[in-house]
Structures are given as C-alpha cells and as structure tokens.
C-alpha cells in the first residue's frame, strides 16, 4: 500500500491505473477504521480493481470545535487495517494541503433540512465540499458510502447526479457489533454502562420492522413505539426520531414509497445516529438495517 | 465537427479521445458566436490538441426573466464558426438535460460581493454551478475564459483551485472591435447611436492607463477621471466603475498589487461591461485591456 500525502501524488500514481483501464473505487473516511468501513472497501472491489482510500478529519464538517479535536486517531492502525482489506493507494493529506484557501464550496438544498442537517448547520456543506474536493482529485469510478450515515448517502447521491460527477455512489449496508450496535468511531467513547443503553436504538427498529410487517404505515405510530423503547434506555436526550422520503429526505405522514426511518439518540456526551431503509416495491416492505 | 445533445454522448465521444492521450480544450458558452469567443478557441489550442465547445444558455444565471428570454440566438451560424475556428465536438444541451433537478450548487464567497455580484444575486452561483457540471461532463485538460468577464474568470480560476477541479484556467485577452469597443453578443442590441456612445468605456480605461503611467496610483482619481469620460457619453446609468484587487476582487483604495479597473454602463436596456488589468510586476503598470 502507497500512502501518499501531497495531491499531485495521488494524481501522478493514479494517471497510469488510469491509462492501463483500470477502475478505481474510492471510500473516503476520517480515519479510526473500524469493520464498517473496511466493509465499504470490500464493496468497493466488486466494481473496481484498485482501492483508494483517503483518510482526512474534516475540520469544517464539525459543527462543535471540541467534537473536532477529541476525533479519535490511530493512522497507525488504519494503514494496517487498510492494507491488508486490500487498499492499494492511501491519500492521508493535512489540512494545509487541503485547505490551502475556502472560498468555493458546495452544497445540496432541501435534502440537507431535516434529521442531522437540522441541528448541524453547515455540516452538510463541510461534506460535500470535502468529497467534491476528494473526487476531483481522485477522480474515481466508484466510490462508497455506508448507509449509518444516510442523510449523507442520499444527499452526496443528489450531489453528484444534480452535478454530473463522473463516479457511481453505492449506498452499502450498516455493519453492527454481534449485539446489534450500528459501528462507528464515536462507540469507543461510550462507557460501559451507555453502551449497553444505546443497544436500545438499533432495537427500536427492529420494532419498527416488526409493526411494519403487521401492517402498520402511520409514521406517528411507529416512531412513538420506538420513542419509548429509547425512553427507557435513559438516554441524555433524544435528537431525532423520523420518518422520511428517500427521494428528497422530507418528512412523511404515512410510509408509501420507499422511504428512511432514522435516530439520533445522546448517551452522555456521545451523540449516536442509526437508520433504517424501507423499500416498498413489490408490496411488502422490506426493512435494510 | 460533431454536434451531440446527450451528456452520455460527450462521455462516449471524449473516452477514446482521452485514451488515446490526447488533451482536451473546452470553451463554455452561450452561443450567439462573435471574435472574441473564437479567439478562446485559438487560445485553448495553444494548450491541447481537441477542441470542446458548449452553448448553453443558462437560465439559472439570469436576474432577468426577460434579459434570459431576449438573449440572442443563431445556432447555425454559431455551428458554422465553431467549425472553422477548429472545434471538434459541440454540445448543445437543452435545459432538460442540464437541470433533471437542482437541488446541488456551488458557489464561491467573497469574490463575488461587488462588481457585477453586488447587483444580480445568484448570478455567480448559477455560473459556477453550469461551468462545474460542464467541467464535470467535458473533463477537460484546459479551459479557456474571456478576460472580459473578468469578475467570472477570476472567481472561477478560484473555483477550480478551492476544489481541485483537474482542469487548468486560461484567461484570455478581450476582443475589440477596431474602435475599441469591447466585443459581446450584447453590442447587438444597441442602437447605432448607443454604439457610439458606448465607446466612452473603452476610452475611460485607455484614460486609466494614461493616468497610470503618469504616476498616479489613487483608485479615486483613476475612477473620477473615468467617470467624467463615461458621463460625458450621456449612458443611460453607471452601474459601476470600480478598482479591485486581483487575488480577492476587494475594493483596493490604492493601486499597489496586481489589480483590476472595472466598469459596468447601460446604454439603453444594454448592459456593457469593460476592465483592464493593472499587473504591477517589475516595477512600473503594465495595463491589459
């Protein structure tokens, strides 16, 4: 694995994989890796031949300064991790190479309102500007976003549709700890107590599926049951608990189309998001988490 | 020269064309073809070997409802000139294919504030977002823009460095009619009358240097003098005269760095636009225009 931290090295080393046709997949990460990003990679190999993955904290995606500086690093660990899920080229730039000046960004209007983007502002538009800025410097064919984050997901599909980036999004599935635990970097910060509380969120959607499966469209209903499974866990406070379109990440009264049911629930300082997709095709809904 | 309406059909078209190592050049407009967008043409062949042009007339960057609906159009002759200027491949999008949806952006703060930015909101941003997607479509090695919107090619020049867009910005010199107006697809709306008058711009900006050369560096003398010429031409209203830094297009009371005088005059409903950059490299001005 090369790890590289300047953009014209990315661009020079990926030139010939380039000319030789072969396709590059790309997962853009803030590093800590864990199993659901080296699932992203693996995924990534089922439509490209070299992996790319970069690992870059973002400072303008943070919102809370302090969230920003207690981001947990070990690049150490990431490149073994990285190199042996079979990432060929790892682009590791600092900020200075990065941002060098911020007068340009972009950024997504409407899909950005609700769930996350609500309580974040600017956050939404950190991302994008970021990932734009990643694309056009690898220059992918593919690159892959996992579902934990899927205001993101959605909302960089739309960005690169409404845009015409030449890349392909996959959206790939959340990967959880054996108890159900949606991973993610923040779990490290839990103490063993709160962890054990949060296992409430990913069993408030097991619910969800169960009252769906019964019949249940009504999006009050649904998220009033899995309010109270996470009520009783004691949670610090409860973000969010909704259900959206898919299409446009709106709010829905009555689940129709396919369509997001997403949480974002605080234990201690440690603020956890996990989701559910419902795909209405084919009458049924079937419940990806 | 090969006319497509299809952004897939640019993507297939260019494929061989990159594989084959050869470098694209891409002139983005909005058709109504005069000398000074085939001077780009000319331009960009100094820096690669196919050449790439677009017309597109982009609502989303109009004020104007009625300035969009009353913009000049001539495709057959702009296809005809394209052809001989050495174009190679044309892409006539129409909206439909531009804009499925619209919810992604891009935009670029501070550059924008004042000049042109200050009195048409949203203009810039519907420029960077087409000139983002077009670049995201074309791919090109080089793009080539007129010095004569200035205010657009500087922001864009910093659009494109901000977000890594694999693409190098040439600014071209402006074309002038043989009395020195400044060509545009607008000078045809004027009057002869309003013509004539019109070449106090150009005459204000030569005044500009003369004054330059003579010692003075204050931007309200410079402007005051300007004005004077420009008014004496009886122009329907001054939109601005101005002097601003290059690096950021902030008003500069003092010409010390590299700069530039601007001017933007309605002759009629004729909104004409002029500039001249002052590079201060080696000691003395060197005045472009």
Same mark, same amino acid.
């Given at each position: 694995m090369e790890i590289v931290r300047a953009i014209g090295d990315v661009r020079s080393h990926l030139a010939g994989v380039r000319k030789a046709g072969l396709r590059i997949g790309f997962v853009p990460t803030m590093g800590f890796l864990h199993a659901g990003h080296l699932s992203l990679v693996e995924e990534s190999k089922k439509y490209s031949e070299i992996q790319v993955m970069s690992i870059f904290v973002n400072r303008?995606?943070? #919102? &809370?300064p302090k969230d920003f500086e207690n981001y947990p690093v070990d690049l150490e660990r990431d490149f073994a991790l990285a190199c042996d899920a079979g990432v060929e080229l790892m682009f590791v730039p600092d900020e200075r190479e990065m941002y060098r000046d911020r007068l340009a960004y972009v950024d997504v209007d409407v899909?950005? &309102? #609700? /769930?996350?983007g609500a309580r974040r502002p600017g956050h939404f538009r950190g991302v994008f500007t970021v990932v734009s800025k990643l694309f056009n410097i690898v220059q992918p064919d593919v690159s892959v976003f996992g579902q934990k984050d899927i205001q993101q997901a959605v909302s960089i599909e739309k960005m690169v549709g409404d845009l015409d980036f030449p890349v392909r999004i996959i959206i790939a599935p959340t990967v959880r700890e054996d108890d159900g635990l949606a991973m993610s970097s $923040? #779990?490290? $910060? /839990?103490s063993p107590d709160e962890r054990n509380r949060a296992l409430a969120i990913s069993r408030s959607l097991r619910k969800a599926e169960e009252l769906l499966r019964s019949g249940e469209r009504g999006s009050e209903a649904i998220t009033t049951a899995m309010r109270k499974i996470i009520e009783d866990s004691n949670p610090?406070?409860?973000d969010y608990i909704s259900v959206v379109r898919y299409a446009d990440l709106q709010f829905a009264d009555v689940i129709r189309e396919k369509s997001v049911i997403a949480a974002a629930v605080f234990y201690g300082a440690t603020r956890l998001i996990d989701n559910m997709i419902v795909d209405m095709d084919g009458g049924g809904p079937r419940c990806l988490y």
């Open positions: 303008i995606q943070f #919102n &809370d899909l950005t &309102d #609700n /769930l996350c $923040r #779990n490290a $910060r /839990l610090t406070s409860i």
